[in-house]
């Protein structure tokens, strides 16, 4: 366990109580965000070029703010920064962000120098995060990098090498209902390293998953030990940057990063029971999955769409993720068999439910009742909702189609939500969403699904694959646990 002391030192830095911005101007960002939170009456712009911004006072230097300041954002010029920093120990500010870039990850020799100094300045003085990062985004205590993302409270906790990486996960993440504790952005990483953020975020009661993008580390066995505590004790998700050669060049040139072969990576994920994914798509829809969805008991999945054509493709893609697509049991097929009666209709899984989808004549109950039924089935561990053909839809039920709509995913809501919390099943929701094969009225239809799904909490996929993929890191996080 962290020392009191230790989690002590980073809830200060999660949750300053006045905080500074040197370097602030019309247009940047980090004074700009933090005007929008909590923190504006406890927020103080320097800048010796202003004498107001924003509409409050804009000091020439640190040292003549009254008071204390626990958390600074540095934004000046690269060569500025040891005299800034060294104004920061003085005024003895606890944390310094350095979002200045322009120090070790240029190659230049004089930048390594500057940036030793930088680390000398700041040992065993202050807490460094940076340079060359965003730094912390924290929804409680009002701590935010990029103006009008800031979400709700979640339990997501965020650690990237990237200050971009973490500002689109942020950002598209809100888009996605993903709710986030803690995002952090360390870059070259010459004090706080992932492994300190690491620790931190492993007994952290606000967050529960983790997600890690990192291109290289300066101690192998530090973050093992890390991610090994994290892993026991909540779900951590790994993406590597830098598994091609190329790409570890551009590592090197981006955070200064010493990124290492991907054997080499890949044997450490797993060895720490990390699981890693392939791209920033994965780790963002694992991450969502894990963060709303009860994990599955076991490999078993059905999958509910209304195309013969597509349950072909959707069971490749279950069998290639490494989950099952096992036959009904002889009991959920004769009560499913008396919803749909109909010549030419089978009952398999997957199940194609369109007779049910459009209530054609001759169907029995409702998509619910479906659902329902196969919750019961005990070969059935997961079940994904496939839906789609809006465009059908409309062709079908003309003016009337939105009431139609509107009441049918009601009904799917209702039995989603039974499955779940009555049977204990994962659920997964895909709808399509595509910007580029629908028009404006499919979309608009597709996203009315979307968000009645969301509100209920249930993860929302825009495709198939990705949906499969992230029921796939759900079982693979289920099957580490039983058994580590």
Not at 238 to 247: C, F, I, M, P
Not at 423 to 437: H, P
């Amino acid at each position: 366990m962290l020392k009191v002391e230790r989690l002590r030192k980073f809830e200060h830095i999660f949750n300053p109580r006045t905080v500074a911005v040197i370097g602030a101007s019309d247009n940047d960002g980090f004074s700009q965000a933090l005007m929008g939170t909590k923190l504006r009456d406890s927020l103080f712009l320097v800048n010796p070029k202003y004498k107001e911004l924003r509409g409050k006072r804009c000091y020439a230097s640190i040292l003549d703010i009254e008071g204390s300041i626990d958390y600074v954002v540095i934004a000046v010029p690269a060569l500025l920064v040891p005299r800034v920093l060294a104004e920061c120990i003085e005024k003895g500010v606890k944390t310094v962000h350095v979002f200045t870039a322009g120090f070790s990850e240029t190659g230049a020799e004089e930048r390594k120098i500057l940036e030793d100094e930088v680390q000398k300045i700041a040992r065993g003085k202050v807490n460094l995060i940076g340079p060359n990062c965003m730094g912390i985004c924290c929804p409680k205590s009002g701590l935010s990098f990029t103006p009008d993302v800031l979400t709700e409270e979640g339990p997501v906790g965020v650690i990237s090498q990237s200050g971009t990486f973490a500002e689109q996960f942020l950002s598209i993440g809100r888009l996605r209902n993903v709710k986030f504790s803690k995002v952090i952005s360390y870059g070259n990483a010459i004090d706080l390293d992932c492994p300190d953020f690491l620790e931190y975020l492993a007994h952290d009661p606000e967050t529960a998953v983790i997600a890690l993008y990192m291109e290289g580390t300066k101690n192998g066995e530090r973050l093992k030990a890390a991610m090994t505590e994290a892993a026991r004790l909540k779900p951590v998700l790994a993406l590597k940057g830098g598994v091609t050669e190329h790409g570890r060049r551009a590592a090197s040139s981006h955070t200064g990063s010493l990124a290492g072969s991907p054997e080499v990576w890949s044997s450490l994920f797993k060895q720490a029971g990390v699981i890693q994914v392939e791209d920033f798509d994965e780790l963002l829809d694992t991450t969502l999955a894990l963060s709303c969805a009860p994990p599955p008991s076991g490999k078993g999945t059905t999958i509910i769409t209304n195309s013969g054509g597509f349950s072909v493709l959707e069971t490749d893609l279950c069998i290639k993720a490494g989950l099952e697509v096992p036959q009904f049991t002889k009991e959920t097929i004769t009560e499913l068999r008396k919803m749909v009666p109909l010549a030419g209709t089978s009952i398999n899984n997957p199940l194609d439910a369109w007779p049910i989808y459009y209530n054609t004549p001759g169907t029995r109950g409702t998509l619910a009742d479906a659902i329902k039924i196969l919750s019961h089935d005990n070969k059935i561990n997961s079940i994904v909702l496939h839906f789609d053909e809006v465009r059908y839809l409309r062709h079908m039920f003309g003016e009337a189609t939105e009431n139609f709509l509107k009441e049918l995913i009601e009904i799917m809501v209702q039995g989603c939500k039974y499955a779940r919390d009555e049977m204990g099943k994962t659920v997964i929701i895909c709808v399509a969403l595509d910007a580029y094969s629908e028009d404006e009225e499919d979309r608009r239809y597709h996203f009315l699904a979307k968000r009645v799904f969301e509100n209920e909490r249930f993860p929302v996929y825009s495709s198939l694959g990705a949906s499969i993929k992230a029921l796939s890191n759900l079982y693979r996080y289920k099957a580490r646990c039983y058994n580590s």
